[in-house]
Every structure is written in structure tokens, then in C-alpha cells.
């Protein structure tokens, strides 16, 4: 499997929108106006990772960043079940983390559910160390790890 990267142009939108439909419970998706607002952040990037399937591109996934001066966030990051385990999301977050730093960003933070294991391990897996829990973060009560991890030249 070929997975490219690129920046996010307009016309993605409405995939993206279905993929994390696809990829987070109804209560945690974001809704269209919401996904909008992040895309339009100060500092936001978004990066779209393409597979070569026979005879079209297809969208598998995507990240969603945004940094202020040294700090940066993890946003989102989706990918689709038929993708997942083969090295998207790893691949998307070295980039983005490249991006981020060269854009100054020396410390990245994210938020990711206490029941998501498999989010967990993805995130230790790549540094990133657990610095607290956000009671009630996400609708319905749930809570969420924070996470951050330092960014160093590569």
C-alpha cells in the first residue's frame, strides 16, 4: 500500500467530515461547523494522507493541528479502519510533528479518552507521556488523559 501526504484543500472537506463520523462515537464526532472551526484555528495545518487505489486516489485519513508561539496541539487524527495498524497515523504524526517544530513549536499537547486503549498505546508508543485527566472533557461525561510530549530536532 503507497500512502502520500499533502496539505488539505477545500474540496476535502465533506470527507474528512465522514471520516470522523466513521471514526469517533456520535457524542465525540465533531459536527460539521465544528471540524470548520478547527480547520480555521490560528496556526492550524492539516495534513491528508492519499492511498493509490486502483484507479483513484482515496483519502484514508487525516491530522489536524494547530500551535501559538512554542506550543502545539494535536487536534485530531483520523483514520479509517481498513488503514488502521499500517502506518498512517504514524506517518502523518512525524509530519506534523516536523512541521510543527520547524514552525517553533517545542511541546505538543493532546487529549484522548481514559477508555481508548488502543489511542493510549498509539500515543505512548510515540512519546507522548499522560500529565493529567480532564474530568467531563468529552459530552456525556467522559474523561480524558492529557498527553504532551517535547519536540526535538529530528
Known sequence: MSISLRNFAPA?????YEIDQLCYDPAIAYSRREL????????????V?????QPLLKIAGFIVTARQKIWGHVVTIDVLEAYR?????????AEAERR???????KVALE??????????FWQK?????RGTQK??????????????ALEES
Do not use: W
Open 12 to 16: 476535502d472537506f465533506e470527507t474528512l
Open 36 to 47: 470548520r472551526d478547527c480547520l480555521r484555528f490560528p496556526g492550524a495545518d492539516c495534513l
Open 49 to 53: 494522507a492519499e492511498t493509490q487505489e
Open 85 to 93: 495498524r499500517r502506518g498512517v497515523a504514524s506517518m502523518m504524526l
Open 100 to 106: 510543527l517544530f520547524a514552525a517553533g513549536v517545542r
Open 112 to 121: 484522548t479518552a481514559t477508555n481508548n486503549d488502543s489511542a493510549i498505546a
Open 126 to 130: 510515540h512519546a507522548y507521556r499522560i
Open 136 to 149: 467531563g472533557y468529552y459530552p456525556g461525561g467522559r474523561d480524558a488523559l492529557s498527553m504532551s510530549k
